[in-house]
């Protein structure tokens, strides 16, 4: 690479050119200049040979505009910084100067003897420096341009990776989002089955509490009509009985009553017998009691039956027995077969049964006459449901 060249002293004034040329230039000075025109000279070359060789093209004439100084450029950026800034624009060239254009041909002389060459003139420093700064600013700004193509890169590389996290992550948040909401909609299908099992149960046992209520009340009411029932039976049970002990009584006093009626009458007969047979023979006294004997005797076998026969078609009963329980009822009459009176004598157990009987017995009136024409003043006759 080559040297740096030392800048060119700063142009001076009119007034100090024009002193100095007034002045005879020293030899000290004289050497000096010359030493460093030479140093200068043989870096210019140094240079030039080495653009050429970097360049390999053809060298161009360069022409320039004198600067008071140097620019000084600043220095690059780190290069850790992401967005470096972008270098100043190298200076545009200054144009090529149009070539003359060739003069007229002239008439042609003798040829002269060829000059000998001429040595090429040696660039200035002033172009040498332009040319070096030049070539730094162009390698700076493919430097800067190599660092910010880079950046373009890393920056769309990032841009990239961003963009693809970000989607990973979308991605991974739309499936938790999925999951999430699978597993509320199974919670909600879970939440909904057990309500919906636990209403069932709900109902069932509704209807069950329901069923066994309406059992306890079926059940109550069931007792109490059985205990009304009971109380009915018990009640009408003892109804009847008074009613047949208050029956019995005014049937007894009735059947007094009768039988003191017929002694009297009886005994008014047996007086009348007695006065219209005084003046006969060996009295009538006999026939009169053999009369009575004769009805206070037994029935014959069958009569009991005519009885049952002549009474069982007033018998108003409806209820279902098991068995066939016997009832049996003492009958009195009158001589001409009227009954004047009736009592149970032995119950059936079964109380509706008995006041069946006693009421057929009442509405019967008056009993068949026994074959012998007669009808017993007292008779016991016993009366089954199911004969």
């Known amino acids: ?34 030493a460093i025109a030479a140093a200068v000279h043989v870096g210019l070359i140094a240079a030039l040979a080495l653009g ?23 220095a690059p950026p780190a290069a850790g910084e992401p967005t470096p800034a972008p270098p100043p624009p190298p200076p545009a060239p200054a144009p090529t100067p149009a070539p003359p254009p060739p003069p007229p041909p002239a008439p042609r002389p003798a040829p002269p003897p060829p000059p000998p060459p001429k040595a090429a003139a040696a660039p200035s420093p002033r172009d040498a420096q332009i040319a070096l700064e030049r070539e730094r600013r162009e390698r700076e700004r493919e430097r800067q341009e190599e660092l910010e193509a880079k950046a373009r890169a890393e920056k769309l590389a990032k841009e990239k990776a961003d963009k693809l996290a970000k989607e990973k992550a979308e991605k991974v948040e739309q499936e938790r989002q999925a999951r999430l909401k699978e597993q509320r909609e199974a919670e909600k299908r879970e939440a909904r089955a057990k309500a919906e099992a636990e209403e069932k149960r709900a109902k069932v046992a509704e209807a069950e509490k329901r069923a066994k209520a309406e059992e306890a009340e079926k059940r109550a009411k069931a007792a109490k009509a059985e205990e009304a029932e009971k109380r009915a039976k ?31 009458q009886q ?24 009369g009575k004997a004769d009805r206070d005797s037994g029935p014959s076998a069958a009569y009991a039956g005519r009885i049952v026969a002549r009474v069982k078609p007033n018998i108003v009963f409806g209820d279902e027995v098991s068995g066939n329980p016997k009832a049996e009822v003492e009958v009195r009459t009158a001589p001409d077969g009227t009954i004047i ?14 006041q069946a009987v006693l009421r057929a017995v009442d509405r ?24």
């Open 267 to 290: 005994l008014a007969r047996m007086m009348g017998q007695v006065g219209g047979s005084a003046g006969s023979p060996g009295g009538q006294g006999a026939p009169g009691s053999s």
């Open 1 to 34: 690479m080559a040297r740096p060249v030392p800048p060119a002293p700063a142009p001076r004034g009119p007034a100090a050119a024009g002193s100095e040329n007034l002045r005879p230039p020293s030899a000290d000075r004289l050497g000096r200049g010359a």
């Open 234 to 264: 018990a009640e009408a049970k003892a109804k009847a009985e008074a009613d047949e002990k208050r029956a019995r009584a005014a049937e007894d006093k009735r059947q007094q009553e009768v039988a003191a009626k017929l002694r009297e």
């Open 52 to 74: 050429v060789s970097w360049h390999a093209q053809e060298p161009t004439p360069v022409s320039a505009e004198l600067w008071s100084s140097v620019p000084q450029v600043a």
């Open 341 to 354: 009176g009736r009592r149970l004598v032995r119950s059936s157990g079964i109380p509706e049964w008995d």
């Open 364 to 387: 019967t009136g008056v009993l068949p006459r026994d074959t012998d024409g007669r009808v017993p003043s007292a008779i016991v006759i016993g009366f089954r449901p199911n004969d």
